[in-house]
């Protein structure tokens, strides 16, 4: 039995923290089942392979060089981490600081964003991701399917995500049944702007 590589990082709130917006069951199953699973099959799949010792970052990186089981199961490590952080029961309710600067030039306005991310979300069809990024110093919005990310050699769009919301159903289903339009309106209100403007600092 080799020690395990990667662990699941604890929810950084109570799993009822997000309520009403995001009820309290799903989180403890989206965090304690869905996240958990991929990180032990994520150690699975690097176990007694030269992939063992190499950093999350550097595997998505180049993940068109790996199986599947890395892809799928690495993806859903980071962009689970990632999403925990990004939400919070009282985070800012707007951008602030440069970000809202950068969000205002690339989009026009803050709705402006909001309805281009929503529908980014909307579009994206089946399970995936969609995310605002920092490409070349300036903002865009893109989505990716499964557990892909933007940090992906095989990402259509790639750049590096300061935001991103999870539109499987296993995120929204017990709540808002098929009702994802409603799950991304509410969901505005757990962003935490905090945590997106340090991601944004922290590659700007
Ligand atoms: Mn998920």
Do not use: C
């Not at 009403?20 to 699973?37: L, N, Q």
């Not at 981490?81 to 026009?108: C, R, T, V, Y």
């Not at 590096?160 to 509410?186: C, M, S």
């Amino acid at each position: 039995m080799s020690n395990s590589l990667f662990s699941l990082p604890p929810l950084p709130y109570a799993a009822d923290a997000l309520e009403p917006f995001i009820d309290k069951a799903t989180m403890e199953i989206h965090h304690g089942k869905h996240h958990a699973a991929y990180v032990t099959n994520l150690n699975k799949a690097v176990e007694n392979t030269d992939l063992a010792g190499k950093s999350l970052e550097d595997m998505i990186s180049s993940i068109s060089k790996y199986p599947a089981a890395v892809r799928n199961n690495g993806g859903g490590h980071y962009n689970h981490s990632m999403f925990w952080n990004i939400m919070a029961a009282q985070g800012h309710e707007l951008p602030h600081g440069k970000l809202d600067d950068a969000i205002n030039s690339a989009f026009g306005s803050f709705d402006s964003f909001k309805e281009k991310f929503a529908a980014a979300a909307m579009g994206r069809f089946g399970s995936g991701w969609a995310w605002l990024i920092l490409k070349n110093e300036k903002l865009e919005i893109t989505s990716t399917p499964n557990q892909d990310n933007p940090l992906m050699d095989v990402a259509d769009v790639k750049g590096f995500p300061i935001l991103g919301i999870d539109v499987w159903e296993h995120a929204y289903y017990l709540k808002y049944q098929n009702r994802r339009a409603d799950y991304i309106t509410a969901w505005w209100n757990v962003v935490n702007w905090d945590a997106v403007l340090a991601r944004f600092n922290n590659k700007k």
